[in-house]
């Protein structure tokens, strides 16, 4: 008999233990088995919710995704007026984004996302957002916001794989994009 209202924690419990085991693998080469051991489940339930290991893994990376949009929110929220773009900046580096299971996790979906049609969608959802939160700030502070939202979103994804594979030390990160967005903009940095 099922247990009423367990699926959302289970389900929970299988992103958080895919996110960990993969950051303790440091690879996708971890099986559904492992996942479920590791979220105190059976495999056959983890299949049951999702299905198979590349479903559990989007997942993850959806929950990644969002506590990523969390963080920029934050930012936002508590952004000057005019300094979206810093803001935007800020939260891409917050330190939650270093999590080194996270890490592990958005390297893994980069490669990822060359070889399966989802990844790929997610991804593209990702740099779609980011480049029209970039446009928006950037609007009256820049003649040519599209283009110069690209060259930023660039500097931030770079910025933050350099930072990663640097054992995580993201000590002058923002600061480093920021100073790009504003060389950009004619802007001196604040």
Not at 153 to 175: C, F, K, P, T
């Amino acid at each position: 008999m099922p247990k009423i209202g367990q699926e959302p924690k289970r389900r929970a419990a299988l992103v958080a233990a895919t996110v960990e085991e993969i950051g303790a693998a440091g690879s996708l080469e971890v099986t559904v088995g492992q996942i479920a051991k590791r979220a105190g489940m059976s495999s056959a339930l983890a299949h049951h919710y999702f299905g198979g290991k590349a479903q559990i893994f989007l997942a993850a990376m959806r929950h990644i995704l969002n506590e990523y949009s969390r963080d920029v929110r934050a930012a936002l929220a508590c952004a000057q007026p005019g300094r979206r773009l810093e803001a935007i900046i800020d939260g891409s580096f917050d330190p939650n984004c270093f999590d080194p299971a996270a890490v592990s996790a958005w390297l893994n979906f980069y490669s990822f996302a060359q070889r399966d049609k989802d990844a790929a969608r997610l991804l593209h959802i990702y740099q779609r957002r980011l480049h029209s939160n970039l446009v928006h700030a950037l609007r009256g502070r820049c003649s040519n916001p599209q283009s110069t939202a690209r060259i930023i979103a660039a500097q931030i994804d770079g910025v933050y794989l350099r930072a990663a594979l640097n054992n995580g030390d993201m000590s002058g990160a923002a600061e480093q994009v920021k100073a790009v967005g504003h060389a950009l903009i004619g802007e001196a940095s604040a």
